[in-house]
């Protein structure tokens, strides 16, 4: 029952913008380490972006700093990640990450593809 559900991924060009977005259930979201991942074909699966509970934490892969922005919203058990400014190497999957003590989930991911 627990789900971790992206949604508004899609073909983008380079240059542009897209917001992926990321529905929880089933747990008690507000208390959970909201993160994004990202895997490219061939390429080991690799932290994008994460957010603490109230947002008094936040990290950032060095690779999308001034570019991408994550933000949540515990009212609607949903974390957003702004990608700006894409470039053809953000191209991948982006999956949703949730961390609770011993308890992690992830979402099923969503297809992003920055091409001309």
């Known amino acids: 029952q627990v789900q971790l559900v992206e949604s508004g991924g899609g073909l983008v060009q380079p240059g542009g913008s897209l917001r992926v977005s990321c529905a929880a259930s089933?747990?008690?979201?507000?208390?959970?380490?909201m993160s994004w991942y990202r895997q490219a074909p061939g390429q080991e699966r690799e932290l994008v972006a994460g957010m603490s509970r109230f947002g008094v934490i936040t990290k950032y892969a060095d690779s999308v700093k001034g570019r991408f922005t994550i933000s949540r919203d515990n009212l609607k058990n949903t974390v957003y990640l702004q990608m700006n400014s894409l470039k053809l190497e953000d191209t991948a999957v982006y999956y949703c990450?949730?961390?609770?003590?011993?308890?992690?989930?992830w979402g099923q991911g969503t297809q992003v593809t920055v091409s001309s």
């Open positions: 990450h949730a961390s609770f003590n011993d308890n992690v989930y």
């Open positions: 089933g747990f008690t979201f507000g208390s959970y380490f």
